[in-house]
């Protein structure tokens, strides 16, 4: 075997060596890898990133009162008392309120409603109850639904944590008076009426008694 080839020879096994070397030590891209850790400024944006998700807009409040409102901040406060306090439902059950009262109201009978209302708006309404009686005069209503409802503003005082909630409420129903003969003076069961009303609710927060009451009404 001459020089040259022997030489080219041993400049081979010098370099498969090298190439074993290198691939014991570094390893090979293959199988699983642990992901890259990210520079100190990429966690920071992600950490900003979560606190704002965590943070962020309470959509329960965001879709009921204009954001940074005296509603909005009222609304918020109620809930730091209140964990459970759900503006949504609350208006749900305001919906249920509003027709139970109305229709006691409308037909005479305050008896079943009375734990809800308070005895500012027990006696004005039943001023107007008796006064029909004393003239004879008999309401027949059939609640038909509500094609309005919306908060309209809420308020809460902190020293007592007393809550109020003014909500608008627009009723239909039939409606018609009879006289002590029987009949109709007003209204007819096959006409709806239409009755805009604002009711204000209220409550005082993180109390065990989980009512609200009606406490004003305003046309």
Do not use: C
């Amino acid at each position: 075997m001459n020089a040259p080839i022997l030489q080219l020879l041993v400049l081979a096994a010098i370099a498969i060596f090298l190439i074993v070397r290198l691939r014991s030590v570094l390893g090979t891209r293959e199988g699983f890898e642990k992901p890259p850790i990210p520079k100190q400024s990429e966690r920071a944006v992600d950490r900003r990133g979560f606190e704002v998700i965590e943070g962020g807009v309470d959509h329960d409040i965001a879709d009921h009162a204009p954001e940074g409102s005296d509603t909005a901040k009222a609304l918020a406060k109620m809930k730091e008392i209140d964990p459970s306090f759900n503006v949504t439902e609350f208006l749900q059950g305001a919906r249920g309120a509003y027709e139970m009262i109305l229709m006691a109201f409308e037909r005479g009978d305050l008896s079943d409603v009375t734990p809800f209302i308070s005895e500012d708006v027990f006696e004005a309404f039943s001023e107007v109850v008796d006064q029909r009686q004393a003239e004879g005069l008999t309401i027949e209503a059939q609640f038909v639904g509500i094609s309005d409802l919306g908060l309209q503003e809420a308020t809460l005082d902190a020293a007592t944590k007393e809550a109020e909630m003014t909500v608008r409420f627009t009723g239909e129903m039939t409606w018609q008076v009879r006289d002590n003969a029987g009949d109709v003076i007003e209204g007819n069961d096959t006409e709806i009426k239409r009755q805009k009303d604002v009711w204000t609710f209220a409550r005082v927060m993180g109390s065990d008694n989980p009512n609200w009451r009606l406490v004003a009404t305003d046309a």
